[in-house]
């Protein structure tokens, strides 16, 4: 389990292109001591089993269904990673409970500088994700905690504002028009969305108010 909160920036070293999959070697120098093989590490918010590890670089496999379902398979030598350490039992929660599972990959549509804050647009192509996105919701973008601003359902498209903290110390900085962004919807909001979706045709008054409220009605 991770919080979404950037622990350090890493480097691709080197990508190589596996029967199934691919290795991805990272270059880390602030949390290469902490990592031990079999470790977890959240790499852009996909939660990742460490396989090996050299003075300054450690290594994981990426299986083919993470392949295609994230932007890991956009990866190249130099580009960054946002990078985070599974969580300790003793760790503060600063951001949200996060899986480290990437649920879909959504397009940026819209970056604007907002007085010292980034609005980051972002549209999903899936309307079964809506009753998933509500304002003041938490959402993970490429492994980073954030909360969910504006929702435009009829567009399928969110806001979430970026403080300039986490804009300068973690990729979001590297955003642009049409960027593929890794997404993973709140835990919670996951399976509450299962059950609802499970009852749909027994629907109860209690349903009906809790499906109210989750769309913020």
């Known amino acids: 389990m991770f919080t979404g909160l950037i622990q350090e920036v890493g480097k691709i070293s080197q990508v190589t292109k596996l ?5 991805l070697s990272i270059y880390s120098q602030k949390l290469i001591d902490q990592i031990n093989i079999d470790d977890s590490v959240s790499i852009n918010g996909c939660c990742q089993t460490v396989v090996s590890i050299s003075d300054n670089s450690f290594s994981v496999n990426v299986v083919e269904s ?10 190249s030598v130099g580009e960054q990673v946002n990078m985070e350490l599974a969580l300790l039992a003793t760790s503060r929660l600063g951001g949200h409970i996060v899986q480290g599972h990437v649920n879909c990959t959504s397009k940026v549509v819209g970056i604007k500088k ?32 954030l909360t969910i601003s504006n929702v435009y359902d ?11 903290h986490t804009w300068e110390f973690t990729t979001l900085k590297f955003l642009k028009i049409h960027s593929q962004v890794n997404i993973e919807f709140d835990v919670v909001a996951q ?7 499970k009852r749909k045709s027994s629907f109860s008054d ?12």
């Open 154 to 164: 009829d567009v399928n498209e969110f806001d979430v504002y970026v403080i300039p």
């Open 66 to 75: 993470t392949v295609q379902k994230t932007n890991l398979k956009y990866l």
């Open 114 to 145: 907002v007085d010292n804050f980034y609005r980051v647009r972002i549209n999903y192509t899936n309307n079964n994700y809506q009753t998933m996105i509500i304002p003041e919701g938490s959402i993970t973008v490429n492994g980073v905690s």
């Open 206 to 217: 209690t349903d009906r108010k809790l499906i109210t409220f989750l769309n913020g009605n």
């Open 19 to 23: 029967r199934s999959g691919i290795n």
């Open 191 to 197: 399976y509450i969305n299962r059950v609802l979706c």
